[in-house]
């Protein structure tokens, strides 16, 4: 079943009623996310199920994914960053209880009656971003720069180097 994204939902009342939510966002819908990307190619996909696991635990499972654009940080020209995210979120009430999940869970902490997807969203996505954004080697206007210095510095004499250790071969001797 798809439905329409709504803004907040009572995740436990989600869970006993398997709702399974999908549809694209706009980056602009994620205040936090779009002061740290340039924009994005596409609308953000996403696709969230409600549901319990075997343990009967409350889970939210789904999928985001989406093509931004970033600034890299070598060239701070534009570059395309897409994330295909899994979500595997368990939902507790306590931080007992998140500390007793098993590794491929995510805990939510739900302290408040009603959550707000676009928040879970929007966090999966900052994770996902990496800290430093750069091209890959090759592709970034700066690896033009550091080749053509390279080859600078390679084709200069090479100059006598003073050894910043050679003061600790007198001691030595003494």
Same mark, same amino acid.
């Given at each position: 079943?798809?439905?329409? #994204?709504? *803004? ?29 990307? #340039? ?13 319990? *696991? ?101 084709? @200069?004499?090479?100059? @006598? ?14």
């Amino acid at each position: 079943m798809s439905s329409r #994204l709504p *803004d907040f939902v009572d995740p436990w009342r989600m869970v006993d009623q398997r709702r399974l939510f999908s549809g694209h966002v706009a980056v602009t819908d994620l205040p936090r996310l779009a002061k740290v990307v #340039l924009g994005a190619k596409c609308d953000i996909e996403l696709q969230l199920e409600f549901a319990r *696991d075997r343990e009967k635990r409350a889970c939210i499972k789904g999928s985001v994914k989406v093509d931004l654009l970033l600034e890299c940080q070598r060239c701070l020209s534009p570059m395309s960053f897409s994330v295909i995210s899994q979500l595997n979120i368990a939902l507790v009430r306590s931080a007992e209880e998140a500390e007793r999940l098993p590794d491929n869970y995510d805990p939510l902490l739900l302290d408040e009656p009603r959550i707000r997807l676009l928040d879970i969203v929007e966090e999966e996505l900052l994770l996902s971003l990496p800290q430093v954004p750069r091209h890959e080697i090759g592709e970034c206007c700066s690896d033009i720069d550091q080749k053509t210095e390279q080859t600078t510095v390679d084709l @200069e004499e090479p100059s @006598e180097r003073i050894n910043p250790f050679a003061i600790l071969a007198e001691l030595k001797q003494k």
